[in-house]
Each structure stands twice: as C-alpha cells, then as structure tokens.
Nanobody, 122 residues
Framework: QVQLQESGGGLVQAGGSLRLSCAAS????????MGWFRQTPGKEREFVAA????????YYADSVKGRFTISRDNAKNTVYLQMNSLKPEDTAIYYC???????????????WGQGTQVTVSS
C-alpha cells in the first residue's frame, strides 16, 4: 500500500509562486506514474498535471500549461508541482496521486494523498 503526503500549500498573492511536494512511502516509487489534481467546493476533482514513471513525459491541463511544472525525483520518492503566475482561480485543495505503471490524465489513480490547500488572493 502506497502512502502519499503533500506539503507546500499556503496563501499567496496573485502572480506569486508555490512549490508543492508529495512524498511517497510503502511502495516502489518508480513503478508509479504520478499526478496532481485539484478540487474546489461543489466541483469535481480536476486533472492538473501528470508525469510518467521515469519523468520523461509530462502532461498538463490547458488551464495551467506554461505556468505549472511537474517533476519527480525517484531517488527521493517525491513528486513536485512548481506553480508560477498563480491566479485566484487556482485556489483549491491540491491532491497528489499514484497510478501503477501507466500515466493517465483521468481521475483513475490508485492512491491519493490527503490534499494541501492552496489559496491565491487577488
């Protein structure tokens, strides 16, 4: 069973930056594609970014393309989400997720973290 723990959320002004981290334990990290999703009250969880097992391929939602960067360090069992040029509409709870072997942009990951709040003020 893989456990995921996010960190790095907080309050930031519009135009600012945050870096989210997600530390994995309990499994072989390099066996898992990783993704970031976000959710606001009353809305479904939406895809933000994903990365394949070796970090060679990345995928982004159109709403964050060019502003967010996903990366991973398999030696540290950690995936990151660098968020730049943040907008108030980026405010959400951000979740990291792991999926065995195959990367996906859908809400079909096997393991999920507890989430970290990101709030962007205008």
């Amino acid at each position: 069973q893989v456990q995921l723990q996010e960190s790095g959320g907080g309050l930031v002004q519009a135009g600012g930056s945050l870096r989210l981290s997600c530390a994995a334990s309990g499994g072989t990290f390099s066996n898992y594609a990783m993704g970031w999703f976000r959710q606001t009250p009353g809305k479904e969880r939406e895809f933000v970014a994903a990365i394949n097992r070796n970090g060679g391929s990345t995928y982004y939602a159109d709403s964050v393309k060019g502003r967010f960067t996903i990366s991973r360090d398999n030696a540290k069992n950690t995936v990151y989400l660098q968020m730049n040029s943040l907008k108030p509409e980026d405010t959400a709870i951000y979740y990291c997720a792991g999926r065995f072997l195959v990367v996906s942009t859908e809400n079909n990951y096997n393991f999920w973290g507890q989430g970290t709040q990101v709030t962007v003020s205008s």
